[in-house]
């Protein structure tokens, strides 16, 4: 069966059960596939029987991800990075924002077919409004309490039955750096108020639990802390309602333009975490600028670093042109250095759509 016509005999079945009811449709091969979808965009069936599931990443391995400016869309930037560093990523990070953005099961597929982990950066604003005049967390359509009362909740739910009805593991990174002022849904912002952040994300994770979205990963991703954010212990949803911890971390952003090295960017962030949960932890964005010629020495230091921070599991290049231009792919000599830091073995782990995010 095609994914298009499981997901429309789940919404049929659905309907005739009656309100609220769900139909979980798993089409998706259990096992890896190769070579690019078929033209039509429905799933390929799976020769073989199905695999048992497997932790991902396993136990003392780290996965390398990767976020680009296009995602799903065009994979092109995605073949650049892995012929530059020798490392083809096993996740793929990408965003979709609530306004401009509906479930489209084809940009999951088009990622596990690549045998890349999807994880979406789900994000409860309208951002084509990103820019313009006064400040992007000023949306109040976007408010925290209207989440919390159920304006949206139309919205979530269908992201939710679709994603349920997909089938395989989705890793969902609600309203990150939630500690900062930059986004409508940080507290600091758009007259929200203390505490509706974990209202708001219970709220939206309780419809996704409803709907049978079991094959949902939730990433609770704050940036890192820096002087005025908010406290990180006052956001958290509680470890009943989160399954990893991502953070924002970067050498070259606005007001770290002298050296920083990963572990001076992390080490109290990670201290921090550690006070309240010891979830597994993603760095979700990270990435070095070149402007004094130190990328190379950064991306060094980050692989002798990470192993001194058993907690992460995963970490994500931000392989962007984003404010700075992050990407190394072009970048001969930070590729070669990200190429010997990733050849170590911890870091030998491939996603296939049998792996299971391990909590």
Not at 184 to 207: F, I, M, T
Not at 320 to 326: A, F, L, P, R, Y
Request: net charge neutral; with cysteine; glycine share 8%.
């Amino acid at each position: 069966m095609s994914r298009r016509a499981a997901v429309a005999l789940a919404a049929i079945l659905a309907a005739l059960l009656g309100v609220g009811a769900v139909l979980v449709v798993r089409t998706r091969p259990s096992g890896p596939v190769s070579g690019p979808p078929p033209a039509d965009g429905t799933s390929r069936p799976s020769s073989s029987p199905p695999a048992p599931p497997v932790p991902f990443p396993p136990t003392g391995k780290v996965f390398l991800g990767l976020q680009t400016n296009l995602g799903p869309y065009d994979f092109s930037a995605v073949d650049a990075f892995a012929a530059a560093t020798r490392r083809r990523p096993s996740v793929l990070q990408f965003s979709q924002g609530w306004a401009a953005d509906r479930f489209d099961a084809g940009l999951l597929d088009a990622t596990a077919d690549r045998n890349m982990l999807p994880i979406i950066s789900w994000e409860p604003w309208d951002y084509t409004q990103r820019g313009r005049a006064g400040s992007s967390g000023e949306q109040p359509a976007y408010r925290l309490a209207r989440i919390i009362n159920g304006d949206y909740d139309d919205y979530i739910r269908s992201w939710a039955t679709g994603i349920a009805a997909w089938g395989s593991p989705v890793v969902l990174r609600f309203a990150h750096e939630m500690n900062g002022f930059w986004y409508p849904w940080c507290e600091q912002s758009n007259d929200n108020r203390p505490g509706d952040y974990v209202k708001a994300w219970r709220h939206v994770h309780d419809l996704f639990a409803a709907a049978g979205a079991d094959n949902v990963t939730w990433l609770w991703s704050p940036n890192v802390t820096y002087p005025g954010a908010s406290s990180l212990k006052g956001l958290y949803p509680g470890d009943s309602y989160v399954d990893w911890i991502g953070l924002s971390g970067y050498y070259g952003t606005a007001g770290r333009e002298a050296y920083i090295s990963f572990d001076q960017i992390f080490r109290q962030t990670f201290s921090d975490l550690k006070t309240f949960t010891h979830k597994p932890v993603v760095i979700t964005e990270t990435a070095a600028t070149d402007a004094a010629g130190q990328r190379v020495r950064w991306i060094n230091q980050m692989f002798s670093q990470l192993p001194n921070h058993p907690e992460v599991i995963g970490v994500i290049w931000f392989e962007t042109d984003k404010e700075i231009d992050w990407r190394i792919a072009s970048a001969p000599s930070a590729a070669a250095a990200f190429a010997k830091g990733a050849a170590n073995a911890r870091y030998d782990t491939a996603w296939t759509p049998n792996g299971v995010p391990r909590t």
